[in-house]
């Protein structure tokens, strides 16, 4: 599985930006797709994931209310919508993939990386 991320910049807080990850490589049924971010001089932590049935999702408590993840399985692709942005969640964010049916928070539990793309929010 290959997995491309898209959609960041720089921004100002109180924006609503969308990051795009598109997964290629393979027919994708039992999947769970899902977005971490890492700070600088932080570890890598869990943001939102979703099934590729799109029937269970899950967010982080600092994201939950302001992030949105939904997928297209069309396109093969997963967004993560984000809105009242703080320069609290500056940060690359990567999108990633486990071969599952269940959601999980732990980043041990993803086989699959995007490069990440960064999302800077000025005040």
């Known amino acids: 599985v290959q997995l491309q991320a898209s959609g960041g910049g720089l921004v100002q807080a109180g924006a609503s930006p969308r990051l795009s990850c598109v997964a290629s490589?393979?027919?994708?049924?039992?999947?769970?797709m899902g977005w971490f971010r890492q700070a600088p001089g932080k570890e890598r932590e869990f943001v939102a994931a979703?099934?590729?049935?799109?029937?269970?999702?899950e967010y982080a408590d600092s994201v939950k209310g302001r992030f949105t993840i939904s997928r297209n399985s069309a396109t093969n692709m997963v967004f993560l919508q984000m809105s009242s942005l703080k320069p609290a969640d500056t940060a690359v964010y990567y999108c990633?993939?486990?071969?599952?049916?269940?959601?999980?928070?732990?980043?041990?539990?993803?086989?699959?990386w995007g490069q990440g793309t960064q999302v800077t929010v000025s005040s």
């Open positions: 990633a993939a486990r071969d599952d049916y269940f959601i999980t928070r732990d980043l041990r539990d993803y086989k699959y």
């Open positions: 979703i099934t590729w049935s799109g029937d269970n999702s």
């Open positions: 490589g393979r027919a994708f049924s039992r999947i769970v």
